[in-house]
């Protein structure tokens, strides 16, 4: 990986609210970077049908904003595939978001033809996907994972629910700390006026180890934000836990020692 792709992959890992945006929509570029998002998707696939493919590719952009641009191209196997990389490639993109990611071997090869310039954030859609995350997380240039939760339903035409769904944001979070790799991202919130559930459901995935949450409307932004963002208590807990020393000892009642020490100090480095 390049040094520029080094820092772009820690780019990556600090984003937590990233706002997809229709690659055919060049009017909205600006707009979706000055959202209050921390990253941009320039989205190639869902957002545009396929006799649009071609004019959105030629409006990819990355000089609207300072803010990590990513571009989510269509699949791999795709007629449109090779096209979008070649796109990516010419372009100072922060990383490229791969849907359908299924198979390491092919996702692998996605990496190749990006020639170790740009790093990857693995899409996983599927119950294949899903079985495979580890192996994705595992292959170098893929600096994360994210979950693409409507999509994964309709594949094992499950219910969108959070106990449903429990099982794979778990694998998703499990794979990504055995590659060591940043927490995976989690899916959206298709309710685009309830910013009270888009907020629920980030903390839930933050409780469960996930560190962002992918926003399909700019009202999501805020909630999503709020979610991953330590609270007040936690700060004071932080604190509390580092100021008393080494070892094993008491906090507000409760034995404290390195590990609980590790996630004061994760908190605070959030917070930073």
């Not at 820690?10 to 998002?37: C, H, M, Q, T």
């Amino acid at each position: 990986m390049t040094d520029k792709a080094k820092r772009d992959a820690e780019a990556i890992a600090a984003i937590r609210a990233p706002l997809f945006v229709p690659a055919s929509r060049a009017d909205r570029f600006a707009k979706a970077a000055a959202s209050g998002a921390d990253a941009v998707i320039l989205d190639l696939e869902d957002a545009v049908g396929p006799g649009e493919k071609e004019a959105a590719r030629a409006q990819l952009a990355c000089d609207f904003t300072d803010l990590p641009v990513l571009v989510r191209v269509n699949a791999h196997g795709t007629p449109w595939h090779a096209a979008d990389i070649a796109a990516v490639r010419a372009l100072p993109v922060s990383a490229v978001v791969l849907p359908k990611s299924e198979d390491a071997g092919e996702v692998r090869s996605v990496v190749d033809a990006l020639g170790g310039s740009v790093p990857l954030v693995a899409l996983v859609e599927t119950a294949q996907g899903l079985a495979s995350a580890r192996a994705i997380a595992a292959i170098g240039g893929v600096v994360r994972l994210a979950f693409g939760s409507v999509d994964y339903c309709a594949d094992l035409g499950c219910d969108h629910l959070r106990e449903v769904l429990l099982p794979a944001r778990s694998e998703l979070v499990l794979a990504s700390r055995l590659a060591r790799i940043a927490a995976p991202i989690d899916g959206v919130t298709t309710a685009l006026d309830d910013a009270s559930l888009t907020e629920a459901d980030a903390a839930h995935a933050r409780n469960l180890g996930m560190s962002g949450k992918l926003c399909i409307h700019p009202r999501q932004i805020e909630a999503v934000k709020r979610a991953f963002a330590p609270g007040k208590a936690e700060i004071v807990w932080a604190e509390r836990v580092l100021a008393a020393g080494e070892g094993a000892v008491a906090v507000d009642g409760a034995m404290v020692d390195e590990p609980v020490r590790i996630r004061a100090r994760a908190i605070l480095s959030a917070v930073r």
